[in-house]
């Protein structure tokens, strides 16, 4: 059992199912106290229930108050997980755009706001945002999902840099395929992209903690993003070309 964590009162957004509720069972697991958020309330309830934490269900941007009171007045861990899987192109209704930056980008900026304050005032608070290896490098058929978990991830790194000698712990997590809805959700993009090495929801949490344990910043469930990253940094030209042969691939084969 983790010491870490143990006693926390943990918060976990868009836990009703996949890699939240795979992070909710973990860390009441390992010995903390844990509110399930989910938009929908019988999800929310059904994983509480499982685990003996609190639902409070709820838009992921307007539950900060009630779930700290739900924990007691204090929140030590924000798991950022609710997540929009925003499919289209450029040409995607101004909607779909604003939808996915306001979940996968403005949902965690608000739950900050709330909870910075206290955290910095005590020297100490944990924020887990689950970005997607999209969000450090993209995804084909989903521009305004890529976009915005680009923006998930630059906000999460922002945070760390800025608050972490003030006691702020920061992990950004990014995985490829994960067995949820979401991958359902992503069509044949999806089964092309990610589908052929997808993992366990619960593959990503015991990565979460293998993190938290080390105090790592970034979380890789799929070790072979950072050699993708690195590629997409040290020779941009030649992995867009790589990328624009699967986008071509991905093309022909809805043809």
């Not at 950022?80 to 949902?107: H, I, R």
């Not at 993003?225 to 992995?239: F, G, H, N, S």
Request: hydrophobic fraction near 45%.
């Amino acid at each position: 059992m983790s010491t870490v964590v143990q006693g926390s009162g943990v918060v976990v957004t868009g836990a009703g199912g996949g890699i939240g509720a795979a992070l909710a069972r973990r860390f009441a697991a390992e010995g903390a106290r844990v509110v399930v958020n989910d938009l929908d309330p019988d999800r929310a309830k059904a994983v509480a229930e499982e685990i003996g934490a609190t639902a409070v269900p709820g838009d992921a941007s307007e539950i900060v108050e009630e779930a700290r009171a739900a924990l007691g007045g204090t929140v030590d861990v924000w798991c950022a997980n609710a997540g929009l899987a925003s499919g289209g192109d450029a040409f995607a209704d101004e909607a779909v755009w604003a939808a996915a930056w306001d979940v996968n980008v403005m949902a965690h900026v608000r739950a900050a706001r709330a909870l910075l304050p206290d955290w910095l005032e005590r020297g100490s608070g944990r924020f887990v945002s689950t970005v997607s290896a999209a969000g450090l490098l993209t995804m084909i058929g989903a521009a305004p999902y890529s976009v915005s978990k680009h923006g998930a991830y630059a906000f999460a790194e922002w945070l760390s840099l800025t608050y972490r000698h003030r006691g702020l712990k920061v992990h950004a997590i990014c995985p490829q395929g994960v067995r949820t809805d979401m991958l359902t959700a992503a069509g044949s993009a999806g089964e092309l992209v990610l589908a052929p090495t997808a993992i366990e929801p619960e593959d990503v949490a015991d990565r979460l903690f293998d993190a938290i344990e080390a105090d790592r910043f970034l979380v890789l469930p799929h070790p072979e993003v950072a050699d993708y990253y690195q590629a997409r940094a040290t020779d941009p030209e030649r992995w867009l070309g790589n990328m624009n042969h699967i986008q071509r691939k991905w093309e022909g084969d809805r043809a």
